[in-house]
Nanobody, 120 residues
Framework: QVQHVESGGGLVQPGGSLRLSCAAS????????MGWYRQAPGKQRELVAR???????NYADSVKGRFTISRDNAKNTVLLQMNSLKPEDTAVYYC??????????????WGQGTLVTVSS
């Protein structure tokens, strides 16, 4: 069983920065994708950014140039550096990971979510 520990959410003014961190632990044989999704009130959950074990990234168009995703494969940790934050970035941010375990299963796990509020 794999668990995520997320941190870094909070309240920030427009134009400010936050960094989200997520550490996965448990029965992980290989970690494939790690990423961040978000869900704003009344909206569907959407992809923010995702990164492969080889460092290939993809971003939502709305965050390109402002957000940067990175990971530490040895620690199964993924970071999301968010700069130039806008009120429309307000949402609950969820860490996501796709991995294989020692039973040979391909699994997906979600974090509990961390709230990011961008407001003056």
């Amino acid at each position: 069983q794999v668990q995520h520990v997320e941190s870094g959410g909070g309240l920030v003014q427009p134009g400010g920065s936050l960094r989200l961190s997520c550490a996965a632990s448990g029965s992980i044989l290989s970690m494939y994708y790690m990423g961040w999704y978000r869900q704003a009130p009344g909206k569907q959950r959407e992809l923010v950014a995702r990164i492969t074990s080889g460092g290939i990234t993809n971003y939502a168009d709305s965050v390109k140039g402002r957000f940067t995703i990175s990971r530490d494969n040895a620690k199964n940790t993924v970071l999301l550096q968010m700069n130039s934050l806008k009120p429309e970035d307000t949402a609950v941010y969820y860490c996501n990971a796709e991995y294989s375990d020692y039973r040979g299963r391909y699994l997906e796990v979600w974090g509990q979510g961390t709230l990011v509020t961008v407001s003056s």
